[in-house]
């Protein structure tokens, strides 16, 4: 099996930056595109950033340009850097990961979610 746990959440005022992190682990045979949604009050859940094994990265236009994703492959973690955090970042962050098992199964797998809130 697979697990994903995130972590770096928390509180942070207007203009303040937090690194989240995605460590997976468990039978791991490969990993593929990672990716981060969020999901704010009252809202659906929205796609804001993705990285491809080979580092390839893409972004939703909210978080452009202050948002970075990134990846160390030999740790099987994923990074989401994000700088000048506006109240509108306030959601809970997920990880996503297209992984393939050592059984050679290829499944896409969600971590638990962490809280961001950003307030003065």
């Known amino acids: 099996q697979v697990q994903l746990v995130e972590s770096g959440g928390g509180l942070v005022q207007p203009g303040g930056s937090l690194r989240l992190s995605c460590a997976a682990s468990g039978s791991i045979f490969s990993t593929y595109a990672m990716k981060w949604y969020r999901q704010a009050p009252g809202k659906r859940r929205e796609l804001i950033a993705a990285?491809?094994?080979?580092?390839?990265?893409g972004y939703a236009d909210s978080v452009k340009g202050r948002f970075t994703i990134s990846r160390e492959n030999a740790k099987n973690t994923t990074y989401l850097q994000m700088n000048s955090l506006k109240p509108e970042d306030t959601a809970v962050y997920y990880c996503?990961?297209?992984?393939?098992?050592?059984?050679?199964?290829?499944?896409?797998?969600w971590g638990q979610g962490i809280q961001v809130t950003v307030s003065s």
């Open positions: 996503n990961g297209r992984i393939r098992t050592t059984t050679m199964r290829l499944d896409d797998y």
């Open positions: 990285i491809t094994n080979d580092g390839n990265t």
